[in-house]
């Protein structure tokens, strides 16, 4: 029988875990303000995450905090501390990388799982038996691997090993994430968090002799963007993550707004659901997956290294920047005695707009927004401000924690 993968969801903040709980994660992965590979994420502190694993618990959804950094010497005393207050607080498991951090975790927390991150460059079977020697209750497979190398794995390590796997989000253009390009040009380590992504910058050729001459690589006139991935999507493939025998299906955005994580979460939620009601169903789905999906910030989507190799096509060459069709304006906090919803505005929009409410049933409601009030009551004809809080009069009934949303009007 077909063992049901968790959908394992990003949080970059309180808002965002609840979105992701409520649009269909069965778990959330999330960062502490220190030790995880995302130091500009907005991140959580202990307090939030506290509150944070409260909510996902009370609707059965597990936590995963990670702590992936390799860390150094002077990381590691305030590392015990970290796993000290973490322990208090009990999220359903550690993510980890560095073996220093991983005995530091194991010694001050036993009775927490340890996941090892990708950034462990996990490739093969003997490794994932190494880390279960060790402990760990799951192994997060290197991006670099196919479908049929990770069925192999699952053939040679026992069942209660876990095999966890990226199936969406950006992909990093060194292995298994181990760049030195940002650490190269601006001293921001990638590796203990800050990286700024120079693998999405426009490049040239200098000759050593005449230095200043710069001479453009071409692909066309805006130049060529030789590190720039695709992003993953393998919502088309879920029978063949099934059938490799993945536990975990991971999405990538620790970064990323409710808007994201709702749209991924609620399309990959209906597509697992649906495919194990039937193939018939989720193939009868599939444009429908595949028009939502789309919907959320994205570069041109590929399926990375499961199907082999990936070649020339899987590169963007013309531009560095997302598809982006649609605006996030907030999600609703709650519903006032009016049953106006309450939320504190990300994006500028009027009253009078047409505006979509996206449920987590699957659903997209058109509504007018028929009226717009501030805190103090006062009616407003538009809402300039970011994350101010507002009230919307809206002419379709939206719920706590739907997510509004605006199309672009050139898309």
């Not at 036993?110 to 799951?138: C, D, M, V």
């Not at 050593?208 to 695709?230: H, I, Q, W």
């Not at 495919?275 to 959320?296: A, G, P, Q």
């Not at 996206?358 to 009030?373: E, F, I, Q, T």
Request: charge should be negative; aromatic fraction near 10%; proline fraction near 4%.
């Amino acid at each position: 029988m077909k063992k049901k993968p968790e959908l394992l969801i990003p949080a970059s903040s309180l808002e965002v875990l609840k979105t992701a709980v409520i649009f269909g994660a069965d778990a959330v992965y999330i960062g502490g303000e220190a030790f995880g590979l995302r130091a500009k994420a907005k991140n959580f502190s202990l307090e939030e995450m506290a509150k944070g694993i409260a909510f996902a618990h009370s609707y059965h959804v597990k936590v995963y905090v990670t702590a992936n950094i390799l860390a150094h010497n002077d990381d590691l005393e305030e590392a015990e501390q970290y796993f000290e207050q973490l322990k208090t607080i009990k999220p359903d498991a550690l993510i980890i990388s560095d073996p220093g951090m991983f005995m530091l975790a194991k010694q001050i927390c036993p009775e927490l799982e340890i996941h090892i991150s990708t950034q462990a460059n996990n490739t093969n079977y003997r490794t994932y038996l190494f880390w279960r020697q060790q402990g760990a209750k799951r192994v997060v497979a290197a991006r670099e691997l196919s479908l049929k190398e990770i069925q192999d794995i699952r053939k040679h390590i026992p069942d209660d090993l876990e095999i966890e796997s990226f199936v969406h989000g950006a992909m990093c253009i060194s292995y298994s994430g181990r760049c030195l390009l940002s650490n190269y040009f601006t001293g921001r380590d990638a590796n203990q968090g800050a990286c700024t992504h120079p693998c999405r910058w426009k490049y040239a050729v200098v000759e050593e002799t005449r230095p200043g001459e710069y001479m453009p690589v071409y692909e066309n006139e805006r130049g060529t963007y030789l590190f720039n991935s695709k992003d993953l999507c393998m919502i088309g493939h879920i029978p063949e993550l099934v059938e490799a025998g993945i536990d975990s299906l991971k999405i990538e955005g620790r970064m990323k707004t409710a808007l994201y994580v709702a749209t991924v979460a609620r399309t990959y939620r209906k597509a697992v659901d649906d495919y194990f009601t039937s193939e018939e169903v989720y193939r009868e789905h599939m444009r429908w997956y595949e028009e939502e999906i789309s919907k959320c910030t994205h570069r041109r989507y590929t399926t990375g290294f499961y199907f082999g190799k990936p070649d020339e096509t899987t590169q963007i060459y013309d531009s560095s920047t997302y598809i982006n069709e649609y605006i996030y304006l907030g999600s609703v906090e709650e519903l006032d005695e009016r049953g106006f919803a309450r939320i504190r505005q990300r994006n500028k929009f009027c009253q009078g707009d047409r505006i979509e409410i996206m449920k987590p049933d699957g659903r997209n409601l058109s509504a007018a927004v028929k009226h717009l009030y501030n805190e103090e009551g006062v009616e407003m004809e538009s809402a300039p401000h970011p994350k101010q809080a507002l009230y919307l009069d809206l002419s379709e009934k939206a719920q706590q924690y739907d997510v509004l949303r605006v199309r672009k009007p050139h898309s």
